[in-house]
């Protein structure tokens, strides 16, 4: 039997079955607030050099 | 019925130095491992008689011309929790041990990165005073070389290759939607207009098929080391995926593709979902953070990434409605569900789940903030920096300090996970002979164990089997013995 049926039910599960969400996913809007703390931190652990330090990271391609 | 899908992963991490003599990347491998493993483990060598990286899943054999002389004398050691450690083309490499379930991949996946870090910690006093070893979680420079995160997992040999080439290739390329760590540019060809992708690996491949890990990668790759019972088992070596800081990521990553691989084993698609092009579709859908792109099926039907793994999620409900279903296949069946529902919604409202989207959502604050365009390297820098393993450093660790990334196991488990293996597969005796035994041990590998215990000759104790030498199994008999003489002894006796 092809599960096109299974698959429209499971499509359709996050709305209809509470149950099955007992770890949703937090969806509230994103979280600004304090994003001005976030991205001070950002530019405090940041190297100095940006061109310069991307430039010089290069690997050795591995697997 | 599908054998139980034993996995591991291992992970080439980036490596550089900073502030006096550059170090080659081998070296600073070295001074890595060998300043954070102790000489107690360090004397324990690696086996590679077992090791037979250029056979082919398909059945033939290349020839050695290829293999490679990097491996030879490299550091390379193991460690008490049953992972490996080591020095694998230029960088350094950490292998999980054996794992039976996504959630302790998890735990020790993340244990890895504490490993590293450590080594950094303690690298410091093998290097001169300006010096600095930084690595990173990542798979690619962004100048076109690239770097893997390989997943392991446990198949029957009765399994033919074809169906898994069939039914898992359109998987693959569709899963990156959530496995995703994110990538700000295009590393090959000329890609308009992309600025950011979801994969840091899909600009590397190159082939469907192929035995090939280091060029011409290809998406399902072929070799065939099972490092276990070669007659009843293979190793299926999946090298496409990216390294994940997310453990929500590596948990829908490793959960998702056992349960996919276990179906396959079980024969139970019956349905074509087969890509008329996999490594262009693999393409178009890094390339599009809204998820909306669509890829053609062989059949001629086109569909987005999203809907194939709707497809295959449904599959997976009908496969297990047939068996009880453990907790952590639960969770992971939830969260695989709640998540495509959310990528149909908006992508961006995973930004505390994925990485890919954590990364973006970042990057567009930052470019807010300093008016970027997309082409200034601090962008590249923030993306790298999202990879840092110094947890005061790297930016992932930072969003997980300011409580903006969900966690799915604690710290004390990862911590503990350093030093201790996993209780339910063939690591908990390796981990454990190792803590007590490793001045008669002269080599060990994956399945087996040498030990010199002053005999005429050096004796081996094979783990052909991943699920036997568990705590269940062996705690007993390790307690009962004194020695490593005696231990060998109790095993000559049960044979």
């Known amino acids: ?63 | 019925m599908a054998i139980p899908k034993v996995m591991g992963i291992e992970t080439e991490y980036g490596i550089i130095t900073k502030g006096g003599e550059e170090y080659n990347p081998i070296l600073a491998s070295s001074v890595l491992i060998n300043s954070y493993a102790s000489p107690r483990l360090k004397r324990v060598r690696w086996d590679y008689e077992e090791e037979t990286p250029l056979r082919d899943a398909r059945g033939f054999e290349k020839s050695a011309l290829e293999q490679s002389e990097d491996d030879g004398g490299l550091v390379s050691v193991i460690l008490e929790n049953g992972a490996r450690y080591y020095v694998d083309h230029a960088h350094p490499e950490y292998s999980t041990p054996e794992c039976t379930n996504a959630r302790d991949l998890v735990i020790h996946d993340k244990a890895g990165e504490l490993v590293l870090n450590d080594s950094l910690k303690s690298s410091v006093e093998a290097l001169p005073p300006e010096q600095r070893i930084v690595v990173y979680k990542n798979n690619s420079d962004g100048k076109g070389n690239s770097y893997g995160c390989h997943e392991n997992y446990l198949m029957s040999r009765d399994t033919p290759f074809p169906s898994i080439v069939r039914d898992l290739t359109g998987f693959l390329v569709s899963r990156q939607v959530f496995t995703g760590a994110g990538k700000v540019g295009v590393e090959i060809g000329s890609a308009e207009g992309v600025n950011y992708q979801i994969s840091q690996r899909a600009d590397f491949f190159e082939v469907e098929v192929g035995l090939e890990t280091t060029f011409k990668r290809p998406i399902i790759n072929t070799r065939d080391e099972p490092h276990a019972d070669a007659e009843k088992y293979r190793r299926l070596h999946v090298i496409i995926g990216d390294a994940n800081m997310s453990e929500i990521s590596t948990f829908l990553k490793v959960g998702t593709t056992a349960l996919v691989l276990a179906m396959i084993e079980d024969s139970f698609f019956t349905e074509d979902l087969t890509l008329a092009e996999p490594i262009a579709a693999l393409r178009v859908i890094s390339r599009d953070p809204t998820c909306k792109a669509v890829i053609a099926l062989s059949d001629g039907r086109t569909i987005t990434a999203v809907d194939l793994q709707w497809e295959y999620l449904g599959w997976a409900q009908k496969y297990l409605s047939a068996q009880e279903v453990d907790p952590v296949t639960q969770e992971v069946m939830n969260r695989w569900e709640q998540t495509l529902a959310a990528l149909e919604t908006d992508p961006m409202i995973l930004d505390r789940q994925l990485d890919w989207v954590a990364k973006l959502s970042v990057l567009e604050a930052y470019r807010d903030r300093h008016e970027l365009g997309w082409e200034d390297p601090r962008l590249a820098l923030v993306d790298l920096q999202y990879h840092d393993v110094r947890d005061h450093k790297g930016l992932y660790y930072k969003l997980v300090q300011q409580g903006r990334f969900e966690q799915l196991v604690s710290a004390e488990e990862i911590r503990r996970a350093v030093s201790e293996p996993p209780e339910d597969t063939r690591a908990w005796f390796r981990g454990n002979v190792l803590k007590r035994f490793s001045s008669d041990i002269t080599t060990a590998s994956w399945d087996g164990i040498v030990f010199d215990v002053g005999a005429e000759s050096l004796q081996k104790v094979p783990m052909l089997e991943p699920l036997l030498g568990t705590r269940q199994i062996t705690e007993e008999l390790l307690r009962s013995v004194a020695n490593a003489g005696e231990l060998l002894e109790a095993f000559n006796n049960r044979q």
């Open chain 1, 1 to 63: 039997m092809p599960p096109g049926e299974e698959q429209k039910r499971a499509k359709k599960k996050p709305s209809e079955d509470e149950e099955i969400d007992e770890t949703p996913p937090k969806k509230e809007a994103k979280n600004t607030e304090d994003i001005d703390k976030l991205i001070d931190e950002i530019d405090e652990v940041l190297e100095e050099n940006a061109e310069e330090f991307v430039r010089s990271y290069v690997q050795k391609g591995g697997q």
